[in-house]
């Protein structure tokens, strides 16, 4: 990767009517112009509480999920939505969906190399600003907004000195497709600037080493988190500098 690939705008679209807890379709005007079969969306309204983990934080929580078909202005999901904040979202709280796509999602691929010295912009202005929890609201979504997913891929190298910025989510994901484990992966000399959410979260990654990567200005986190399923990783030589929680 070399100069600069820049996510599109997310278009940020109303709803045209409330949608509640067991729905699983929507409608929008125009949805066959803005939106397509297969893309990650993440829908919320002004009525949403904010999202936790900091007294510094403003923005609202929402949800994710995929969409299956469009017919005229109907949007139908994969998944129906459930547990929303007060009971669902409303036209009268601004409700608005909008897409939540990645630079890269890499699944199930082996022996895979992304280097360069190029830069991965999130595009943050024109996008939905939203932390999204998939359509349960059970978990973060993983998958949905970040600069780079990987899951279930053996030998990943993203190395090089690349620059990872301007993501509603986060720098990188090591999992959330599937939940399938990830080992033998090397993230090196990455830069992680301005990303809204972590510079890298991990699931299911094992035998596996970050290192000499800067996390820089993370707007409302910024640090490395290892969850569940994570075994051997060697994290060495991190610069961090003025993130908003952690390092």
Known sequence: INGIIKLAN????????NLSNGANSTTVTDAGTYFKVGQKIVISDDNQPING????????VGQTNTIQSIIGNTIT??????????????????????????????????????????????????????AGAIYNRTIEDLVSSCGITFNGVVNLKIIGSLTITGFVFH??????????????????????????DKAI????????????????????????????????????????????RYG
């Open 53 to 60: 983990g900091g007294a510094w934080k403003t923005r609202k």
């Open 77 to 130: 999901f994969t998944n129906a939505f459930s547990n929303w904040f007060n009971g669902g979202v409303t036209t009268g709280a601004n409700a608005r969906i909008s897409q939540a796509n990645n630079a890269f999602i890499i699944d199930g691929s082996n022996n895979v190399l992304i280097s360069g010295n190029g830069i991965i912009d999130g595009n943050l202005a024109n996008q939905f600003n939203i």
């Open 171 to 196: 720098g990188i994901s090591t999992t959330g497709v599937t939940g399938a484990t990830s080992s033998n992966c090397l993230i090196n000399g990455v830069t992680f600037d301005a990303n809204v």
């Open 10 to 17: 997310g278009n940020i679209r109303p709803l045209l009517a």
């Open 201 to 244: 979260a991990g699931l299911n990654l094992v035998n596996s080493i970050i290192s000499n990567c800067n996390n820089f200005n993370g707007i409302d986190e910024g640090e490395i988190v290892l969850y569940n399923g994570c075994k051997n990783v060697l994290i060495t030589n991190i610069f961090s500098r003025n993130n908003r």
